[in-house]
T-cell receptor, first 115, second 113 residues
Framework: DTGVSQDPRHKITKRGQNVTFRCDPI?????LYWYRQTLGQGPEFLTY????????KSRLLSDRFSAERPKGSFSTLEIQRTEQGDSAMYLC?????????????FGPGTRLLVL | AQTVTQSQPEMSVQEAETVTLSCTYD???????LFWYKQPPSRQMILVIR??????QNATENRFSVNFQKAAKSFSLKISDSQLGDTAMYFC??????????FGKGTRLHILP
């Protein structure tokens, strides 16, 4: 069990560029979550998947954001036309089938800086 | 909407002392789950302890224990015999049956040698 991995760990981009982040969950976990954490704050829920189905999206997830989990394994989070306000840590977590407060295991995050 | 409030932005204690971190939450649901997560500096978030709301017994994990007061919607974390490695940001968190987690703003805990 290698844990949840995220790539890249750091990304610096210029305003207006598109960026894509990848998350690889723990292999037997069919739930995958994305959170965003700004400096000095707790993580905020963005979206989650059960297998390949995206079950919920937060209103924080504007139409510039899109997430996919095409084969129910890894997931990608894309931000189009980045803005300075998108600068944050993007966290991915995975868990076993849910509904019972299953423990979510977090990855190390991708820190995005938009210049 | 559910909310989680941590009223202590920052705390410092001497090594080996006991420290209690406070958390209150608001929900209209009867079945839910509460968590304390730890985020060490530049390291990833890990679960410290988990409590199921329908269980009256307070959860414990080695030096970590909670005081769960359901009626008061209070969920504090006690760390006994604190160690330097306990230095971290601690987040109180809530989830219901859909399992998305709502986090508080965190308490930054410093363990002093």
């Amino acid at each position: 069990d290698t844990g949840v991995s995220q790539d890249p760990r750091h990304k610096i981009t210029k305003r207006g560029q598109n960026v894509t982040f990848r998350c690889d969950p723990i292999s037997e976990h069919n739930r995958l979550y994305w959170y965003r954490q700004t400096l000095g704050q707790g993580p905020e829920f963005l979206t989650y998947f059960q297998n390949e189905a995206q079950l919920e999206k937060s209103r924080l997830l504007s139409d510039r954001f899109s997430a996919e989990r095409p084969k129910g394994s890894f997931s990608t989070l894309e931000i189009q036309r980045t803005e300075q306000g998108d600068s944050a840590m993007y966290l991915c977590a995975s868990s076993l089938p849910a509904g019972k407060g299953e423990t979510q295991y977090f990855g190390p995050g991708t820190r995005l800086l938009v210049l | 909407a559910q909310t989680v409030t941590q009223s202590q932005p920052e705390m410092s204690v001497q090594e080996a002392e006991t420290v209690t971190l406070s958390c209150t939450y608001d929900t209209s649901e009867s079945n839910y789950y509460l968590f304390w997560y730890k985020q060490p500096p530049s390291r990833q978030m890990i679960l410290v302890i988990r409590q199921e709301a329908y269980k009256q017994q307070n959860a414990t994990e080695n030096r970590f224990s909670v005081n769960f007061q359901k009626a008061a919607k209070s969920f504090s974390l006690k760390i006994s015999d604190s160690q330097l490695g306990d230095t971290a940001m601690y987040f109180c968190a809530f989830s219901n049956r859909d399992d998305k987690i709502i986090f508080g703003k965190g308490t930054r805990l410093h363990i002093l040698p």
